[in-house]
């Protein structure tokens, strides 16, 4: 029930993150999603993609830190209090997420979690009856 993500270290110059979307495309890797942090020396790109192995091959033959990293996508309605909800039922439970993302589509937003606990975090959304997904069907 878990998704892996990619981080890729960048330091914080014009043009790079340009040349890590220009490599996965080059490669026919697709990004489903995304998120950039930063700090004053460098960046964090955080990606979900098509193809795990291969981005990590293609990306660190051009040089780039690249780590894996496995996280918890959600899929939930597209509507105002769904994620609240959602939020709510870890809070309950003290499980703490270190980072998320999201991105919707139409009618249903997915959601990128990273949580303290991943397993006690799994276990709790289905027993909630949350849907997650897989990188199967992302």
């Known amino acids: ?44 790109l955080r ?19 690249v780590m894996s990293t496995d996280v918890l996508c959600l899929s939930c309605a597209n509507t105002p209090g769904s994620l609240a909800t959602i939020l709510e039922y870890l809070a309950e439970e003290n499980i703490f997420i270190e980072y998320m993302y999201a991105f919707a589509q139409n009618e249903a937003a997915h959601v990128v979690i990273k949580p303290n606990d991943l397993p006690h975090c799994i276990s709790l959304l289905q027993e909630k009856q949350c849907e997650l997904l897989t990188q199967e069907n992302l």
């Open 1 to 44: 029930m878990t998704v892996k993500q990619l981080s890729v270290f960048l330091e914080n110059k014009t043009g790079r993150i340009n040349e890590v979307v220009r490599t996965l495309g080059q490669n026919g890797i697709n990004m489903h999603a995304f998120s950039m942090a930063e700090t004053a020396d460098f960046g964090i």
């Open 47 to 65: 990606l979900i993609v098509s193809d795990v192995e291969k981005a990590v091959e293609v990306l660190r033959a051009r040089d780039f830190a």
